[in-house]
């Protein structure tokens, strides 16, 4: 499985993006997703992560109520719409995968995820 994610940038704090991630390669069902993030000088952690069905979904403290993570199994595609974005959300930002033969469990240990895609950037400043 190849990931690939897109549509970080700047924006003002207080506004809203949308990372999409794509997967290709072999099947992607069964694959549970999650998104980690890089900030300067700070450890990589997992901010929302998903299990494949989508019954099942974990947010880190700083992305609850803020950044939904959804799916798209059709187009192959993992979502984080991120809203009410903070200067401290800057950052790199990660989509990763797992296969998962439930289909319903997420993964909070970074160590778990075995696809990870090219990172992109987030700057919120105003």
């Known amino acids: 499985v190849q990931l690939q994610a897109f549509g970080g940038g700047l924006v003002q704090p207080g506004g809203s993006l949308r990372l999409s991630c794509a997967a290709s390669?072999?099947?992607?069902?069964?694959?549970?997703v999650g998104w980690s993030r890089q900030a300067p000088g700070k450890e990589r952690e997992i901010v929302a992560a998903?299990?494949?069905?989508?019954?099942?979904?974990y947010f880190a403290n700083s992305a609850k109520g803020r950044f939904p993570i959804s799916g798209d199994g059709t187009k192959r595609t993992v979502y984080l719409q991120m809203n009410s974005l903070k200067p401290e959300d800057t950052a790199v930002y990660y989509c990763?995968?797992?296969?998962?033969?439930?289909?319903?469990?997420?993964?909070?240990?970074?160590?778990?995820?075995?696809?990870w895609g090219q990172g992109t950037h987030v700057t919120v400043s105003s």
């Open positions: 990763v995968a797992r296969w998962d033969q439930i289909g319903r469990r997420f993964y909070v240990d970074q160590s778990e995820y075995n696809y």
């Open positions: 390669g072999r099947a992607f069902s069964n694959h549970a």
């Open positions: 998903r299990s494949w069905t989508g019954c099942s979904t």
